[in-house]
């Protein structure tokens, strides 16, 4: 009696488990809210990392194979072999996020400190990791500032690099480029100097190429020409191509051996994950095509606001464009509150404006109407230009116009 008694308390606290372990994350309206969702994305300049998967995009990812890629999956072999072809490498291997490829990439490299990495002061690895070069690598860092303000060159490196054997300072022993970086393109023939000076002093070279799809088809220059000069390349499918998750680090066969016993430490190991494989298979062979229309729609967004008479301070190269609307008596923060007022809203979070794949084409009309309004607001408010001459530092002492910014009362 006993025994029954414990065993029909233990069948009822199994069936209470059950019951609370019900979980159902689906809304009643889940497809609507996809929509939704869909929709302000087409309206957001925040980052191309928010585009969501198509439904056609779906159907191809459920199809993949179910195999677990700590020891065998298929889908996950048959993308890392592909893109390690694209890129020209012997080798892939398939990250959950950008974050993990840099950082795996520049471990993998590094063997016993000191050492240190070089790179643009701007940088991803160095300014939006959360400080990992310090925490998983132990590296020493060092920012560089281009003295051209775009893109570094072999000057910059010459200048900072850490050579020799002064036991006061960590030696350089990864050089990280981007590209793009803030969505300007690094000429390859900069690249290329780098690289040959950084061969010839033993170090090791790696990109953060996560919109390094962007460079290619910019440029027209193959992805496997871009990646020549590294020895390391984290190609992102999230960013750009429109991808859930996802980055491929690249190297030689021995490189990327090392780099997924790193992966599994890092608890990058991951199990059945053809699903998002397949996605961002789907993303490289479908959504590709679509940057050079991304390229154009972002140029139209940049004349716009310059023939309104917003100041560029980062041209549209790729797919950003950075601009100053104070010079039309705009502060941002009341563009950005005026935006999201629209009858459809418009997001952007600062001064950088990212076009992506899905972004619609009359959300950049409607933008620019709205910075065109405000403009007019402000002129009717008595807000002015003024134009003074200030001698330049040419040869000739030639004059040029530059404009100062005034906000000028009605009374007036």
Known sequence: MENSAQNIMIEAARERLFRDAKIDVLSATQD????????????????????????????????????DDVYHEPTAIALETAIARLSGKEAALFMPSG????????????????YNVLCDHRAHIYKYEVGGLGFHSGAAVTPVLPVNQHHLTLEDVEANV?????????????????????????????????????????IAMHLDGARLWHVAAETGIPLSELCAPFDSVSLCFSKGL???????????????????????????????????????????????????GVHALTRKLEKGLEE???EITSRAETCMVFFDPTSIGVELAELIERAAALPHPIRLSGSRLVVHIQT?????????????????EK???GFVRLAQAVKTN???????????????????
């Open 360 to 376: 619609a084409p009359e959300t950049v009309d409607d933008f620019l109407t709205l910075v065109r309004t405000l403009a007019e």
């Open 162 to 202: 850490t050579l020799g054997t002064d036991m006061h300072y960590a030696p350089t022993e990864v050089i990280a480029l981007e590209n793009t970086l803030n969505g300007t393109i690094i000429p390859q023939n900069d690249v290329l100097a780098i690289a040959a000076f950084a061969r010839k002093e033993g």
């Open 308 to 310: 309104i008479g917003c």
């Open 32 to 67: 609507a809210e996809n929509e939704k969702a869909r929709a302000e994305v087409a309206r957001s300049f925040i980052s191309d990392t928010l585009t969501v998967p198509t439904p056609k995009m779906q159907a191809y990812a459920v199809q993949a194979s179910l195999g």
């Open 394 to 412: 040419g040869k000739n002492g030639i004059y040029k116009e530059v404009f100062v910014r005034t906000s000028l009362s009605r009374s007036l």
């Open 99 to 114: 974050t993990m490829s840099n950082q795996i990439g520049i471990r993998t490299h590094l063997k016993q400190p000191p």
């Open 379 to 381: 002129r009717a408010a």
């Open 242 to 292: 429109g991808a859930p998750v996802g980055s491929c680090l690249v190297g030689n066969a021995d490189f990327i051996r090392r780099a997924r016993r790193f992966r599994k430490m890092f608890g990058g190991g991951m199990r059945q994950i053809g699903a998002l494989v397949g996605a961002a298979a789907y993303a490289v062979s479908n959504n590709l095509s679509f940057l050079p």
